[in-house]
T-cell receptor, first 111, second 114 residues
C-alpha cells in the first residue's frame, strides 16, 4: 500500500487564490518531499523538509510537517494558471533512503 | 547536460513479448530507480540500485528484471509482457550524499501491452 496519501484528490481554484494540499503517511521518515507533475511529463522536485523541521518556505511554496500526526501540507500562495499540475508527496525512509510516493492531488487553476 | 534520458517514449507490445526500457543519466548519480505510474495509484517503486553491480527490489518487482553494469545506465527488462504491465514508466536518479536527496526524473515511457 502507499506510504503517502494526499488529500484532496482534486482541487479547483481561481487564479490568485491559495491552494492547500495535505499528505498523511504511516511510518517514521527521514524527510518528506513534494513533487510536481505537468500532464504527460516527469516529476519535478519542489521542496524537501527534514523530519526535525516543522516549516519550510520556497518562493510561493510553504510546507509544514507534523511528525506526531504523520502529516504534511503544501500551500501554494497566489496561485497562477501555470500551477495547474498534479502534486505528489514522497516520504524518504530507511538507510537506503527509499522514496515512496503518495497518490497525488490534481490542482486546476482557472483564470 | 541531458539529465535522465529514457527511451523509447512510446511502445506497444503483444502479450508474451519481451523488451527493454532504457535509462541513462549523465550526472554521475549513484542511485537510480524505476517507477510505474497508474491512474489513481501514484508512483510505485519497481526496482532500485544504489550503485553499479547493486540492485534491489521495490514495491512491485514481479515481472521485471534490472541490472546495473555501469553508473550511467539502468535498463528495465520485461521478459514476458502482460496486459497488467500497461503503464507509464519513469526512471529517476539522485546523488548518494547528504545533499543528494531529490530525485531527477526522465520524461517517461508509455507502454501498452495488448
Amino acid at each position: 500500500s502507499q506510504q503517502g496519501e494526499e488529500d484532496p484528490q482534486a482541487l479547483s481554484i481561481q487564479e490568485g487564490e491559495n491552494a492547500t494540499m495535505n499528505c498523511s503517511y504511516k511510518t517514521s521518515i527521514n524527510n518528506l518531499q513534494w513533487y510536481r507533475q505537468n500532464s504527460g511529463r516527469g516529476l519535478v522536485h519542489l521542496i524537501l523538509i527534514r523530519s526535525n523541521e516543522r516549516e519550510k518556505h520556497s518562493g510561493r511554496l510553504r510546507v509544514t510537517l507534523d511528525t506526531s500526526k504523520k502529516s504534511s501540507s503544501l500551500l501554494i500562495t497566489a496561485s497562477r494558471a501555470a500551477d495547474t499540475a498534479s502534486y505528489f508527496c514522497a516520504t524518504v525512509t530507511g538507510t537506503a533512503s527509499k522514496l515512496t510516493f503518495g497518490t497525488g492531488t490534481r490542482l486546476q487553476v482557472t483564470l | 547536460n541531458a539529465g535522465v534520458t529514457q527511451t523509447p517514449k512510446f511502445q506497444v507490445l503483444k502479450t508474451g513479448q519481451s523488451m527493454t526500457l532504457q535509462c541513462a543519466q549523465d550526472m554521475n548519480h549513484e542511485y537510480m530507480s524505476w517507477y510505474r505510474q497508474d491512474p489513481g495509484m501514484g508512483l510505485r517503486l519497481i526496482h532500485y540500485s544504489v550503485g553499479a553491480g547493486i540492485t534491489d527490489q521495490g514495491e512491485v518487482p514481479n515481472g521485471y528484471n534490472v541490472s546495473r553494469s555501469t553508473t550511467e545506465d539502468f535498463p528495465l527488462r520485461l521478459l514476458s509482457a502482460a496486459p497488467s504491465q500497461t503503464s507509464v514508466y519513469f526512471c529517476a536518479s539522485r546523488a548518494r550524499n547528504a545533499n543528494g536527496e531529490k530525485l531527477f526524473f526522465g520524461s517517461g515511457t508509455q507502454l501498452s501491452v495488448l
